[in-house]
């Protein structure tokens, strides 16, 4: 049975959308069979496997006829329409190949994070009632395989376990790419029978908001296409452009602009596992690479390497910085050692990059802003009423767009809007000219490289150690990741406590190693309100002078 997606779109959208064009019918797939058709032995992807230690690349003719083969493959094993199967792959062509073919049969597309481990996975496996899982056998030292197998015992709805190099009978390769599943089955009667209404919902991607709680958010091919859509007007992208990415495609930032963009445009989409400023200045150098978009320390890391000393990087001419602030000096360095535009941007999972600055935009938009509005997105910022404040004013960020998502799994009650204004949990300012700046968040979260980290769960983790009477966990700056956690605590009387302490512990419970605090600070007491409650502010005061 399919999943019951509870998604918030409605009649009117749909209709507001086609009458003006922006939700065309086609999807992922029709764009990767074109260019199949056109230019069947061009390079779709190409990737590092550091699992198996090399560089592979497939065409798009290649591409268009596994992800077929491994669609086929999961409908015999008893995927219908609308059910989830999830996958934690790193960036290598099989996750493509992947969502490809969940897009044939209509099954909904869910990438996990490879830094996910025990206790994250029981929690999105088990919520999106995932009936496949597939997973490398090994990542990075890490044996995927046994986590996997230990985790099947405690998910219900879990049937079937595939692994990437595995072996026997849960093999990936030998079950979905040696098996010619297209001489056994009528392809095209199949994929005719389960091809997915561009409304309806193909991706579930999880995000953490204000409670800890990963919350799955929905897309479907009309919010995703709007937003590869608006992203290529906004930087000008083109055919001509090589794709890099190497930020994990179960980001958005990934998903959408690193393999959707790529996809649509019928160009090369070059990919990396495991950062690394070296490599990937090698991979711009070799590949001709012309543009990526990433995280702030992402362009750290490749502007300060002393790669490029030996590395030709003269085709590289955009990079765009999303996901935290990017401090003024970077910008200009990077602009220097680069060669390249350094375009800044503000988006969420939920509706993919709503604002950046523009090529040729002057200094100071670049260095002080979050950029402007895309096409056929807008923002404003309001006050604690929802009245819309002057310029300059701080308020709560609320946006709108042609690609906003349709819902949480589960949780329509979780979709906070006011007049059909999305509630993004963000405080900022809008200047005259309509440019952003995110100053603070009323969502309780951190944003380390660009990545969430669910306070609240953190907290509650280290509550649970029997020397922690009360846990706060606060953000202080860091001039590569924008922020780090800082764990306040306030020890029961006479226990210790220490740092490795807390890492032990929190490792132990399968946490992943990204949320991890980077300090902790110990206090007698914690500043309370007159109804009990810490004040983080005064905590948060206190960390900005902290550094790592």
């Keep these: 049975m399919a999943l019951e997606t509870m998604t918030i779109l409605t009649q009117d959208r749909i209709e507001a959308m086609n009458g003006q064009g922006l939700w065309p019918k086609a999807l992922l797939l029709d764009h990767v069979e074109r260019w199949a058709a056109e230019q069947p032995d061009a390079v779709a992807i190409t990737c ?50 992947l969502h490809l073919a969940c897009l044939h049969i209509g099954a909904i597309t869910n990438p996990v994070m490879p830094i996910f481990r025990q206790r994250e996975l029981s929690f999105m496996l088990d919520y999106a ?4 899982f597939i997973t490398p056998k090994t990542f990075r030292g890490f044996d995927h395989q046994a986590m996997a197998e230990e985790l099947a015992a405690e998910l219900p709805h879990l049937e079937h376990m595939f692994f990437l190099d595995g072996e026997g009978d849960t093999s990936f390769e030998r079950r979905f790419i040696d098996r010619r599943w297209e001489e056994e089955v009528d392809a095209d009667a199949l994929f005719a029978a389960r091809r997915p209404d561009p409304n309806e919902v193909i991706e579930l991607l999880y995000t953490s908001g204000t409670s800890g709680v990963p919350k799955g958010v929905l897309h479907t091919s009309n919010t995703l296409s709007s937003l590869v859509d608006t992203g290529r007007a906004r930087l000008g992208l083109t055919k001509d452009d090589i794709v890099f990415m190497p930020s994990p495609m179960a980001h958005q930032t990934g998903f959408v602009y690193g393999m959707s963009m790529a996809l649509v445009l019928g160009t090369k989409l070059v990919l990396q596992d495991i950062w690394s400023a070296e490599v990937a200045a090698r991979r711009i150098n070799d590949e001709r690479v012309t543009y990526t978009m990433a995280s702030t320390p992402f362009l750290a890391d490749l502007a300060n390497s002393p790669a490029l000393e030996v590395c030709a990087v003269s085709s590289f001419r955009m990079f765009c910085s999303a996901g935290a602030p990017i401090p003024r000096i970077l910008v200009e360095n990077a602009t220097k050692r680069l060669g390249a535009q350094i375009l800044s941007g503000w988006g969420m999972t939920e509706n993919g990059l709503v604002t950046t600055t523009r090529p040729g935009d002057p200094d100071e938009k670049i260095f002080n ?46 979709y906070e809007s006011y007049d059909d204004w999305f ?31 669910p306070v609240v769960e953190v907290e509650e ?14 953000a202080m700056l860091d001039e590569r990741l924008g922020e780090r956690g800082c764990a306040f605590v306030q020890t029961k009387p006479g226990a210790n406590f220490t740092f490795e302490a807390m890492i032990e512990h929190l490792m132990d419970a399968g946490m992943s190693k990204t949320y991890l605090p980077e300090k902790l600070e110990l206090v007698e007491v914690f500043p309370r309100t007159a109804s009990g409650k810490i004040q983080k502010f005064e905590l948060r005061e206190i960390a900005k002078d902290f550094r790592v």
Aim: net charge negative.
């Design 369 to 414: 802003t979050d950029g402007a509005a895309v096409d056929h997105a807008a923002v404003r910022i309001v006050d604690p009423d929802g009245n819309p404040v002057a310029p300059n004013v701080e308020g709560r960020l609320q946006a709108k767009s042609a690609g906003m998502f349709v819902g949480y799994l589960k949780r329509p009650d979780a």
């Design 423 to 453: 509630e993004t949990g963000d405080l900022a300012r809008i200047d005259a000219d309509g440019y952003i700046r995110i100053v603070g968040r009323a969502k309780d979260i951190i944003i380390r490289g660009g990545e969430n980290i």
């Design 461 to 474: 983790q280290i509550y649970r150690h029997p020397a922690v009477e009360d846990v706060a966990v606060v």
């Design 129 to 132: 009632e995932s009936k496949v």
């Design 48 to 97: 590092i496997n550091s699992m198996r230690d090399r560089t592979e690349s497939v065409s798009y003719s290649q591409l268009h006829r596994i992800a077929r083969r491994i669609a086929i493959g999961l409908a015999e094993l008893g995927v219908e329409k609308g059910e989830v199967v999830s996958f934690q792959m790193p960036n290598w062509w099989e996750f493509a190949a």
